[in-house]
């Protein structure tokens, strides 16, 4: 038999060593730059491994999965009143989006968006119940003060966060229950619809509602989250408070050894947030609902998250990963309806895509490639 241990103090690989050398193994190699063209591609990829899989895991359940591009693709994305239920969910997600995205660019982990569109929805809610204002400013000045809710209900939790250190994640979290709470105690008390009496409030009048744009039910809101965007975009990218918070989301100890002012930076930066999620329950309230009710927010926490998270905090993704989300959760809702799926079978199928379009981010930041 050969000796090992001579072998090895020549310098010879060893067996085990050689094999592995001979197999090869994967190798990562982190990518400088991505054309715009690759990162479509691999997030069409990603999309396409999902519906494969949630295809696959329905036929294994016996649902028969012969219209199920038609159900979930052609009658969601290429029909009219499909493309316009996307549009629709679009309005109040590319607001909630925006501000999960100014939030977390300078490291502030905002959880608390439901609780702020929920404040929005109040304080929109009050304007219109108390009859505030004339008629034709209403519908603005709604808009107004449900943007200045959002902002309130960021005030604490950043206070806390750069005075004291408070984690921004518990405290956002907790206020959340305190928001849900005080919309449920009033569409259950002082605003409960008097001639449904079931838990919403009344709906508002016409003048209190946002117009449509002609398509369907698409609505105004729409063009208020688009407007957002371009404003976000041009915030974030042409101005010193844009550079300011890279610089603080970057590093936030050398931008406050370079002279920015990082507790500014991140209290307006949470406040924006705040406001633009309950620009989001107003858009929601005034376009859709057209009253308060006690589940309206569900969700778009979440939702959110995770479009920032997708959108990479880029204010000219998110439009894109809105439209993709939203189309998500109206295919999900056309699948049920059509195969009577479980609620449960539906959400399973939209946390595969929703994972495998995440999981694509690995594929845009490395380049993986066998080395031998």
């Known amino acids: 038999m050969p000796d090992r241990s001579a072998a090895a103090a020549d310098g010879a690989p060893g067996p085990r060593a050689a094999a592995r050398r001979s197999f090869g193994r994967l190798s990562l190699e982190v990518r400088q730059s991505v054309p715009a063209w690759l990162h479509g ?17 329905l036929a294994v ?39 999960a995205a100014m939030a977390f660019r300078v490291n502030f982990w905002n959880i608390g968006i439901e609780g ?26 709604m808009f107004v003060m449900a943007c200045l809710g959002g902002f309130l209900w960021t005030v604490v939790p950043s206070l806390l966060k750069i005075r004291l250190g408070v984690n921004e994640i518990i405290s956002t979290l907790l206020l959340n229950y305190i928001a849900f709470l005080f919309a449920l105690n009033q569409v259950y008390g002082a605003w409960q619809d008097p001639k449904e009496r079931f838990p919403h409030s009344e709906k508002f009048d016409a003048v209190e509602q946002l117009p449509r744009l002609g398509w369907e ?9 688009l407007a957002f965007v371009a404003v976000i975009w041009w915030l974030v990218s042409r101005t010193r408070f844009g550079a300011w918070s890279r610089i603080v989301g970057s590093n936030a100890r050398m931008a406050l050894a370079a002279g920015v002012p990082v507790g500014v930076v991140v209290f307006v930066s949470v406040g924006i947030s705040g406001a633009l ?24 926490g979440f939702s959110g998250i995770m479009i920032a998270f997708l959108a990479r905090n880029n204010p000219l993704l998110v439009p894109l ?52």
């Open 41 to 57: 591609l691999i997030l069409v990829l990603a999309l396409a491994a999902g519906m494969a899989i949630s295809v696959a895991i």
């Open 61 to 99: 359940s016996g649902v028969d999965v012969s219209g199920i591009y038609e159900e979930f693709i052609i009658l969601t994305f290429f029909d009219r009143l499909g493309l316009s239920s996307v549009l629709i969910e679009c309005a109040p997600l590319l607001l909630v989006g925006l501000g």
């Open 116 to 141: 702020q569109f929920f404040w929005g929805v109040i304080f929109a809610t009050a304007i219109a119940i108390w009859d505030v204002g004339p008629p034709a400013l209403r519908v603005a000045l």
């Open 217 to 225: 039910k698409v609505d105004a809101g729409l063009l208020i989250g």
């Open 277 to 300: 999620s309950g620009a989001a329950g107003f858009v929601m309230a005034a376009g859709q609902e057209f009253r308060l009710t006690g589940t309206m927010a569900a969700g778009y």
């Open 321 to 372: 990963v809105a439209f993709l989300i939203g189309g998500l959760y109206v295919g999900g809702l056309s699948i049920k309806s059509f195969y009577g799926l479980p609620e449960a079978m539906v959400q399973l199928i939209q946390a595969i895509i929703v994972l495998c379009v995440a999981a694509s981010h690995f594929f845009v930041s490395y380049r993986v490639h066998w080395a031998r």
